[in-house]
C-alpha cells in the first residue's frame, strides 16, 4: 500500500484517464499575477488556468503553495503530481521533467529601487548585491552575469522579500521574471525596472519525467481548449488590463481583509503547537527519566536521543520529515504529520532536559528521608521527588512551550499554514510587507501573552 502511495503517477501512465481524479499541484507563494492570494483565497492566472483546465478535463485539483524552490522539491519527491508556478520551460529542466505546451512568454528582467539613480546599467552593478529567487531563473541569469560585472548574488525564496531587500537597501537590484516586475510595478511596489529584458523561458505546467502522463496530456488538451473558447484570453485580460484594481486601500482595509486568513493563521499555530506541546511532555517525561536511569542502555538511548533534536536545527528536520521521509519510504507525510514531527521531537528534547534537571535538583536527602519512612522507590518518587521537581520544572516547561509557539513559525517553510505563512501569502499579494508583518506580529504578541498568564494562572493553581 505505501508503495503505491509513494508512486501514484505510476498508475497514471498510459491509457489511465484523469477523470474524477484528485491531482496535488504545488506553486510559489509570491508570483502575482501568476499565484498570489487575495482575501485568504489563491488566485491568479496559473490558479484561473489550471482550475478551468481542470474543469474542461474533469479531473480535481488540491493546490499547495509551498514557494518555488519548495515546490520543485515536493515534486521530485511525489508530494505533489504536478508544479505551476510560472515555471519556465529550459532545457536543464526537461532532463527531470515533463512539460507541458507552453502557455506564456516570460524572461527575466532586473528591477532596482524607484528612487535610486545610480544603477541604470549591469555596469553599475560592480561590488555592490542584487538579490534572485533561489533555483528560478533569474538566479540561473543574474550567476551567470556576476562574474562578468563584479557583483555579488544573494538568493531568497520569494519575489516579495526580494523586493523589500531591495527597498531595504541590503541589495541594490533584483532579477525576477518580467511580467511579474511589471505588475507589482503597476501596483505601486516601490521598484523600477531600468535595464532591457531578456527574452525567453516560456512557463509551462510541469510533472516528473516519465510519470503523470495522463495529468500531462489532459492539460495540454484542456489548454488548447481554453484557447480555442476565448476563456484563456479572457484569464489573462482579467488580471493584466488593470493590474491595479482591487487593492486594499489603507491599513484599516488591510487589516479587516486579512483577517480571516490570518485567525486561520492562528488557529493553526495554536493547534499544532498543543498537539506537538503534548506529544513533546509525553516524550521528555519518558526520555527524562531514562537519562537519570541506573541503565546505561536506558542512558545511552535517551542521550542520543536529546543530542540529535537538540544538535540539529528544527528547520532540517521540517525539510527532512516532508521532503525526505516520503523519497526513502514511499510513506505519504502530510504537511501537519511532519509539522508535529518537527516540533514534538524538537520540544521533546529539550523537555527531557527540563524533567533531568527538575528531578536532579530535588536534594537527594529527600528520596532518602522518604525511603526510611518505609515507601518504596517508586512511591517516594511519586508522592516526594516529582512534585517538587515538578514546581521547579514549570517556569522552564512555560517557556519551552512558548518557544514551541514561535518556532511553529519556521514551519512555513514546508506550506504549512500557521500564522506569518499567512502574513506572507497576504503581503505576497500586495506589497504592503511592513504594515502586514506589523499585524502578525502584534497577534503572536498578543497570543503570546494570553498563553502566558493562563500558564502562570495554572502553575499557582496546581503548584501550590
Ligand atoms: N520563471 C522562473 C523560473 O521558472 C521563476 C518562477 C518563479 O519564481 N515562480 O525559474
Known sequence: MALVVGAPSALAQGSESVEGQT???????????????????????????????????????????????????????????????????????????????????????????????????????????????TGA??????????????????????????????KAGSAVAVFDDYPVLAYGIAQGNGL????????????????NKGENTALLAAFNDGLAELKASGEYQQILDSYLADPTAAQPSNFFDLLVKSMPALMTGLWHTLLVTAISFAIAMALGLIFGFM????NIVLRGIATTFVNIFRGTPLLLWAFMFYFGLPQLTGWEISVWTAGVLTLSLNAGAYVAEIVRGGIQSVDPGQLE????????????????????????????????????????????????TELLYQGQQIYAANFRVTETLLIVGIIYFIAIMAL???????DRRFNK
Request: glycine share 8%.
Open 369 to 416: 528521608a522518604s525511603r526510611s519512612l518505609g515507601l518504596g522507590y517508586g512511591k517516594s518518587m511519586q508522592k516526594v521527588v516529582i512534585p517538587q521537581a515538578f514546581k521547579m520544572m514549570t517556569p522552564s516547561l512555560i517557556n519551552q512551550l512558548i518557544i514551541s509557539l514561535k518556532d511553529s513559525s519556521l514551519l512555513l517553510a514546508i506550506g504549512f
Open 23 to 133: 491531482y496535488v499541484i504545488g506553486t510559489d507563494t509570491t508570483f502575482a499575477p501568476f499565484e498570489f492570494r487575495q482575501n485568504g483565497e489563491l488566485t491568479g492566472i496559473d490558479m484561473d488556468l489550471l482550475r478551468a483546465i481542470a474543469e474542461d478535463q474533469g479531473f480535481e485539483v488540491e493546490i499547495r503553495s509551498l514557494g518555488f524552490n519548495a515546490a520543485l522539491a515536493a515534486l521530485s519527491s511525489n508530494q505533489v503530481d504536478g508544479v505551476i508556478a510560472g515555471m519556465s520551460i529550459t532545457d536543464e529542466r526537461k532532463e527531470i521533467y515533463d512539460f507541458s505546451e507552453p502557455y506564456f512568454e516570460s524572461g527575466v528582467q532586473m528591477a532596482v529601487a524607484a528612487n535610486n539613480d545610480e544603477i541604470t546599467s549591469y555596469e553599475d552593478l560592480k561590488g555592490k548585491t542584487v538579490v534572485a529567487k
Open 291 to 294: 537519562k537519570i536511569s541506573g
Open 137 to 166: 531563473e533569474g538566479e540561473t541569469y543574474a550567476k551567470s552575469i556576476a562574474e562578468e560585472y563584479g557583483f555579488q548574488v544573494k538568493s531568497l525564496d520569494q519575489s516579495a522579500t526580494m523586493y523589500e531587500s531591495v
Open 452 to 458: 502566558t498568564k493562563l500558564a502562570n494562572y495554572a
Open 192 to 207: 523600477k525596472t531600468v535595464t532591457d529584458k531578456v527574452p525567453g523561458g516560456s512557463y509551462g505546467f510541469a510533472v
